[in-house]
């Protein structure tokens, strides 16, 4: 999975194209709250056919860990 998918996902999500987003951003600070959340994990099972549980998606703190649950899921998913 690439990370530019699932980083154009989050900015869609969020509203803020063009934002730039580095993996030790806060997913709090960059607007993700629990209706972004949803909306990134529904985008994510239709665009790259990744089920992202929404157990895992609560814990997260970084665009990292999120970056690293999409890439773990997918691998899962193989």
């Known amino acids: 999975m690439d990370d530019a998918v699932t980083l154009g996902i989050i900015r869609e999500a969020v509203d803020a194209v063009g934002m730039d987003l580095e993996r030790d951003d806060l997913l709090q600070d960059v607007g993700v709250d629990s209706i972004a959340g949803y909306e990134i994990r529904l985008l994510v099972r239709e665009r790259c056919g990744v089920e ?27």
């Open 52 to 78: 992202v549980p929404e157990e895992g998606f609560e814990d997260l703190g970084s665009v990292g860990d999120l970056l690293d649950l999409v890439r773990s899921q997918a691998a899962e998913a193989c």
